[in-house]
């Protein structure tokens, strides 16, 4: 509501300059920091620039003007070159309300997506390793976003673009081939999968013969070996049992599961258009691209006629646009991948496609433990279903002490737990690393997911069992200061959703959960809800209630529970 207004100012006062003196000007509309000033405030310094009139006279004609402008306007008085508008708190809050009461949950939809489809690409772990917290970014980042604009309206397509293809399963069945065995590995299959990889690079530190070896087992793998290819049908098998252990648990699903291995049949044609587009030159036995100046070419084909992460890729963007016809493509990876992507664009850009600026690398930090950054390489990971394992351990015994005789304790526990990581990861902004604390963001104060839902059971057991009358609303104590920072704060709620589909960036709703929740607890802090006088009790519930509505609806976006009770 909040934004509708401004956006009504802007374009009104646009069009007035417009008339009147012939002259088009961005009138910008902003919220002042000292709300005391007003709840809204319009500098005229670029309209002063462009007609020529005494500033006073333009203040003076600009005032007059919007004092008629609309019946959500109280009072328009100005300052120098500023005009301030405070708006009627009582008119404002009773349509805000009115409008989140009746919507409920699809408050905030809203169609800047047009339908347009959008296809993403994330979590796409590397199967043959364990699911570790730094493929967890992907996965709700990218799960998030599916959810945000699909509120906006977008269609989408959501792919995980599986890491089952390429020289690391060339590496782990070179290292199967020395030092593995089949019983143990059925035993513990990532574990020891995990074990071997580790053990390749380190032995490959001194015996330089083993990579090679892995790229000749890979390329038995690319012409189709059978015992390779059983092989390696076998280790992924055994390996996307545990991813979907832990789609199941954060409850993330997928349109399609074609990872790299899907494309090693329709790389050839790619390849070949490459060549005929007289892109593909040859260097040092590779075939390469090269992309320009300032950037490294793209490699395409090894030595020993193998593919490359970007040969795959290259192919799989060419398939997407033809099957899916998206207007966007989002890949949501890790910053260290930027390389990559800029590669990717420009190879489809330099074979003269138009869609080159669809693709978008959404870039993400790192998880940090400890400050340090963690790599399978070294081993140095924390295996993301041990994580939440752990965290909803946390969870049920916080839950245990402070609500001793709840049901279903043990659901609440997962929801709560989940909601600790995945909130402690949606909160930072992407491209930022993100500290892994187990202990911190199960926490039920401070910044954390707990915290939300606690907030949110709070409302929920204050408002059990009442219904809500918006005619019997006293609409004045919506004068009062905390009830109409509240107010103007649910009332943010859409222009928030589409920030951060624009940003693409769930962070930006997350921190705004964070302050609206800090919002309700000091409105709690100052007001007794559940009052004798009528009309104060129904203003408090509805004002509770939407509260309630936003905050569930902005963890749903974010992929997290919120609950009833805990
Ligand atoms: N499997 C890759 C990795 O873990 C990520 C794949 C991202 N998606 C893509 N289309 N390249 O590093």
């Known amino acids: 509501m909040l934004e509708q207004i401004k956006s009504e100012l802007k374009i009104g006062l646009q069009d007035y300059f417009q008339k009147t003196y012939r002259q088009s000007i961005d009138i910008v509309v902003e919220e002042p920091k000292d709300s005391s000033l007003g ?14 009139k005494p500033l006073m006279e333009l203040v003076a004609e600009t005032v007059e003007f919007l004092k008629n402008f609309s019946s959500m306007i109280q009072k328009v008085s100005s300052i120098q070159a500023f005009i301030n508008i405070k708006l009627n708190e009582k008119k404002f809050s009773q349509e805000v309300l009115k409008e989140i009461l009746t919507k409920k949950e699809k408050y905030g939809d809203n169609n800047i997506g047009n339908h347009q489809k959008i296809v993403l690409d994330y979590s796409s772990p590397n199967i043959a390793k364990s699911f570790s917290v730094g493929h967890l970014r992907s996965t709700m980042i990218g799960n998030s976003l599916r959810l945000i604009f699909e509120k906006c309206g977008y269609e989408t397509y959501s792919i995980n673009y599986l890491g089952d293809w390429g020289i690391q399963f060339g590496k782990m069945i070179v290292a199967f081939q020395k030092w593995g065995n089949k019983e143990t590995i059925l035993k513990n299959p990532i574990e020891e999968l ?30 189709g070996n059978p015992e390779y290819i059983e092989l390696w049908r076998w280790i992924r098998e055994e ?9 199941d648990l954060l409850e993330v699903s997928f349109d399609s599961f074609n990872g790299e291995a899907f494309y090693n049949d329709k790389m050839a044609p790619v390849i070949k258009e490459l060549r005929e587009k007289h892109l593909l030159v040859e260097d040092q036995g590779e075939w390469i691209v090269r992309l320009g100046d300032d950037i490294v070419p793209a490699r395409i084909v090894r030595n020993n006629g193998a593919s490359f992460y970007i040969t795959r890729d290259l192919t799989a963007v060419l398939y997407r646009k033809k099957e899916y016809q998206f207007t966007k493509m989002l890949y949501v990876v890790g910053n260290e991948q930027k390389l990559h992507f800029t590669q990717l664009k420009r190879l489809v850009e330099r074979m003269g496609y138009d869609f080159a600026p669809d693709i978008e690398h959404i870039n993400m930090g790192f998880y940090l433990y400890h400050g ?47 909601a600790a990581i995945v909130f402690n990861d949606l909160k930072t902004t992407r491209s930022e690393d993100v500290e892994f604390d187990l202990e911190q ?39 009062k200061p905390h009830y109409f920072d509240l107010v103007k704060k649910v009332s943010l709620f859409e222009s928030i959703i589409q920030k951060a589909a624009k940003d693409r960036e769930p962070s930006v709703i997350a ?56």
């Open 239 to 247: 390996s996307l049992k545990e991813s979907a252990q832990i789609y």
């Open 441 to 479: 963001c199960v926490k039920f104060e401070g910044q954390t997911g707990p915290y939300l839902q606690y907030t949110g059971v709070r409302i929920a057991s204050i408002l059990k069992g009442n219904e809500i009358e918006l005619s019997q609303c006293d609409w004045r104590v919506f004068e």
């Open 511 to 566: 921190r705004y959960l964070l302050s609206l929740a800090q919002s309700f607890n000091s409105f709690y802090s100052m007001e007794r809800i559940n009052v004798e006088e009528v009309s104060i009790r129904m203003s408090n519930f509805a004002i509770a209630y939407a509260t309630r509505v936003v905050l569930n609806e902005g963890l749903r976006l974010l992929g997290i529970h919120y609950l009833d009770e805990m």
């Open 39 to 52: 709840d809204l405030s319009i500098p005229l310094f670029q309209v002063v620039k462009k007609i020529h």
């Open 372 to 418: 340090k950054k963690m790599s399978s390489r070294n081993g140095q990971v924390v295996k993301l279903y041990d994580a939440l394992q752990q965290a909803i351990g946390n969870a049920e015994k916080l839950i245990s002490e402070k609500n001793p005789t709840l049901n279903h304790r043990e659901e609440i526990a997962r929801k709560v737990g989940v």
């Open 194 to 223: 995990t074990n071997l990889y580790v053990r390749f690079h380190k032995e490959s530190e001194t015996d330089l013969s083993l990579e090679d070896e892995a790229k000749e087992a890979f390329h038995q793998m690319e012409i």
